[in-house]
Nanobody
Framework: QVQLVESGGGLVQAGDSLRLSCSASGSTVSSYTIGWFRQVPGKKREFVASIVWGERSTYYAHSMRDRFTISRDNDKNMVYLQMSGLKPEDTAVYYC???????????????WGQGTPVTVSS
């Protein structure tokens, strides 16, 4: 089992930066890739970025590659999503996820966090 707890969401203005945090715990957490997905009400959950725990390989959705950065702190079992140049269309609930492989699709995910909302005002 892997437990994921997100934090750091909130209300920001367009152009601002925000850092989301995901606390990952569980005896097998080091076996998983940790990723971020987001979902707007009424729309499908979409991949944002992921990082392979043991390899530091990272994956990004093409449209977010230039503005978002995923990183992790092994000592703290934390994964971060640094978001810059935020746009109103980035408004969504952001979910931390754990899966195997690259974890770039919802079907790759085995564990989800509860989500943290991000609202970007224009």
């Amino acid at each position: 089992q892997v437990q994921l707890v997100e934090s750091g969401g909130g209300l920001v203005q367009a152009g601002d930066s925000l850092r989301l945090s995901c606390s990952a715990s569980g005896s097998t957490v080091s076996s998983y890739t940790i990723g971020w997905f987001r979902q707007v009400p009424g729309k499908k959950r979409e991949f944002v970025a992921s990082i392979v725990w043991g390899e530091r390989s990272t994956y990004y959705a093409h449209s977010m590659r230039d503005r978002f950065t995923i990183s992790r702190d092994n000592d703290k079992n934390m994964v971060y999503l640094q978001m810059s140049g935020l746009k109103p269309e980035d408004t969504a609930v952001y979910y931390c996820a754990a899966g195997l492989g690259a974890t770039v699709a919802v079907t790759d995910v085995e564990f989800w966090g509860q989500g943290t909302p991000v609202t970007v005002s224009s």
